[in-house]
């Protein structure tokens, strides 16, 4: 996709400034944000990520500490600077405190890309209310409180501005994810609207069920069996669309709620 930033990419060729992403979410080497990350340095951009080890404790695939370092490596390989930070975006001052880290450390940002998330299965019976307030102010709020430090800093020409968040249909048996997931995609649609006057598009991505380590077997033969195209969704599928989303190329894609699931009914 190295040819999807168009002028974007060009502007960051022959020593000229490369434009800078925030991404958050990508603290382990199979996941879609590192995909995602890897996907815009490519492109021609700078890439300042996020990450929170706590949470990766928690979940069957555990942290991966050396992850961040690793990720930084290939991306000085590609030519792009780099900033990894870790933040809990369960307090409502770390959206602000990230954007004056990359903004010291690397300059003004021109997309957002928001992978982070609070995902633990349960469903109305067995849901705590615990639970169900940190998956929302993980994923709903967070994400509020991202979109709204991005609008009031914005410093980009209009029409290269960019918001993208990932998001999930999952409901029954999935209750606090798929329902904060579902506040997260109208609060990013709504930034279609609101922030237009800065020349800004925002997306919602759903990319359906993504191979990053958690499936069992039998849930990767069934998912395979029921995608018309016959496999998994892999994290590249995902980066390869928001690297197009973020380029110029891009930029008639706005206020959408977009299935990357190879058709997955």
Partial sequence: MSDGAGAMSEQA?????RPLALVTGAG???GIATAIVLGLAEAGWDVAFSHWPPYDRRMSWGAQPEA????????????ARSMAVEADLSDPAAPAALFDTAEKELGNVTALVLCHCESVDSGLLNTSVESFDLHFAVNARATWLLIKEYGLRFRGTPGTGRIISLTSDHTAGNLPYGASKGAMDRI???AAHELAHLGVTANAVNPGPTDTGWMT??????LSRATPLGRLGMPQDCANLVTFLCSDQGGWVNGQLLHSNGGLG
């Avoid at 077997?217 to 069934?222: G, I, L, M, P, T």
């Fill in 13 to 17: 060729g022959g020593g000229a400034e």
């Fill in 28 to 30: 382990r080497r199979e």
């Fill in 68 to 79: 961040a370092g690793q990720l930084r490596e290939r991306l000085g390989a590609l030519g």
């Fill in 188 to 190: 990013t649609l709504a």
């Fill in 217 to 222: 077997e039998r849930q990767k033969a069934d």
